[in-house]
């Protein structure tokens, strides 16, 4: 199961990566208004002309493909697991985008990928997370979800006041904790689907899946929005993993390898930090890579880390 669980979630990477860089080529070609001399119509009809384009829809297809394998992965796998997993979305995006606009990644980005790959590789190793149960109890929830809701609202209070750098990690720290308890909650709600679809859909777990995704790709937003990827990309990779290990342990009783295996754990999450902020640097989040228009003028445009 292990090696089925592997391969589904790094199938979500890659289609989420895929998706990113297909939906940004369509997105460079089509003219986008900063002045807002247009405002809501303009950003109306760009769209619309967007859902016309094959690049744009072939990317929302696969983000639709995304959350499939990874609510597959999650069905089959742990939390602890498939989370970390996803991580190589970053990894899929630079090597599908070099494809797709013909550029090639510099030897900064490659030691990056090296970095963040062998981190997980090690991480993963070393904590070996161990399958738990399906679905979590109330009780699991009510301490879980709880604890996770209260770390945002606590990591949103200290980074409103907060500029620049620290404030984007926060806010990417923020994220993170929500993407997590949203695969978490994704688990639970196909945990139950073994009982039948009725099961799992008149569970409460399906809609606040969906909640939960919607509050943090808005944290997300306001992380991008903050500062750099510098500094919300570690916060939010490493967040992802380590709260999704959290969560796994204490909802779906998932076992998680400590004493010794803290050092080559700690080993690792220090090379995920370090490829985090090497591919958040890399040039593929600046505004010359996949900045492309129809007269090959950049566009000045960023391509943005998306969740499925």
């Known amino acids: 199961m292990i090696g089925v669980t592997v391969l589904l979630a790094l199938l979500a990477a890659l ?8 939906q940004r080529r369509a997105a460079v070609q089509e003219p986008y208004d900063e002045g807002g001399a247009g405002g809501v119509r303009s950003a109306v009809r760009r769209f619309g002309r967007l859902l016309r384009r094959p690049y744009w829809l ?52 490659w030691l990056a990928f090296v970095a963040l790959a062998a981190g997980l590789a090690v ?44 404030r984007a990690a926060l806010f990417g720290l923020a994220s993170a904790v929500c993407f997590a308890t949203t695969a978490a909650l994704l688990k639970e709600a196909v945990g139950r689907l073994a009982h039948g679809p009725a099961a799992m859909f008149t569970h409460w777990s399906p809609y606040a899946t969906a909640g939960a995704g919607l509050v943090a790709f808005l944290l997300l937003q306001s992380a991008l929005g903050a500062g750099s990827l510098t500094a919300s990309q570690p916060a939010l ?42 591919l958040a640097r890399a040039p593929a989040v600046g505004r010359e890579w996949d900045a492309r228009s129809r007269n ?3 566009s000045g445009g960023r391509m943005h880390r998306t969740h499925g």
């Open 237 to 278: 990779t490493l967040g992802d993993a380590l709260t999704s290990v959290v969560l796994g342990w204490a909802l779906f009783a998932e076992a998680v390898h400590l004493g010794w295996r803290m050092v080559p754990e700690a080993l690792g999450i220090v090379l995920i930090g370090a490829g985090s902020i090497g």
């Open 123 to 166: 991480f993963l190793l070393a904590a070996a997370p161990g399958a738990g149960r399906p679905t979590a109890p109330p009780g699991a929830w009510l301490l879980g979800g709880g604890g996770a809701l209260g770390l945002v609202v606590l990591l949103v209070a200290a980074a409103r006041p907060a500029k620049g750098a620290p």
């Open 15 to 22: 289609a989420n990566a895929s998706a990113s860089v297909l």
């Open 58 to 109: 072939a990317g929302a297809s696969l983000l639709a493909v995304a959350g499939l394998l990874q609510a597959g992965a999650l069905a089959v796998g742990s939390l602890a697991l498939v989370q970390p997993l996803l991580a190589t979305e970053l990894l899929f995006t630079l090597l599908v985008g070099g494809v797709v606009f013909r550029r090639r990644p510099g030897l900064w980005t």
């Open 296 to 298: 090959g003028k950049g």
